[in-house]
C-alpha cells in the first residue's frame, strides 16, 4: 500500500519556524513529484510547494517564496517543508501528496496524507 505520513505541525508565533515532514511507505519516494498544499478553514485548498521527480526543480507559490523550503531525504524516504518567516495567514492544514509529475492542479495527485496542522499565532 502507498502511504504519506505527515507530522511536524503546531503553534507558532509570527516570524517562527516550524518543519513538516511527509514520510512515505509502500513506494520509493523519489519516483513521485511530492506536493505540500494546505487548507485554511473556509477557504479552498492551494497548492504551497513541490519537488518534481522528473528534473528536481523546485516549486513554491508566491505566497511563501522566499520563506519555505521543500527539500527530499532519499535515504529517509521523506520529503520536508522547512517553514521560516511564519506569518497568521500561513495557519492552515498542510497535506503532502503524490503525482506522476509536478501537477498544479491538486486533482491530478493519487496519494495524500491526512494533514497536520499548522497554527501561527501570537
Known amino acids: 500500500q502507498l502511504q504519506l505520513v505527515e507530522s511536524g505541525g503546531g503553534l507558532v508565533q509570527p516570524g517562527g519556524s516550524l518543519r513538516l515532514s511527509c514520510a512515505a511507505s509502500?513506494?520509493?519516494?523519489?519516483?513521485?513529484?511530492i506536493a505540500w498544499f494546505r487548507q485554511a478553514p473556509g477557504k479552498e485548498r492551494e497548492g504551497v510547494s513541490c519537488i518534481s521527480n522528473l528534473d528536481g526543480v523546485t516549486y513554491y507559490a508566491d505566497s511563501v517564496k522566499g520563506r519555505f523550503t521543500i527539500s527530499r531525504d532519499n535515504s529517509k524516504n521523506t520529503v520536508y517543508l522547512q517553514m521560516d518567516s511564519l506569518k497568521p495567514e500561513d495557519t492552515a492544514v498542510y497535506y503532502c501528496?503524490?503525482?506522476?509529475?509536478?501537477?498544479?492542479?491538486?486533482?491530478?495527485?493519487?496519494?495524500w496524507g491526512r494533514g497536520t496542522q499548522v497554527t501561527v499565532s501570537s
Open positions: 501528496a503524490a503525482a506522476f509529475a509536478p501537477y498544479s492542479d491538486s486533482r491530478r495527485y493519487d496519494y
Open positions: 509502500g513506494f520509493t519516494l523519489d519516483g513521485y513529484t
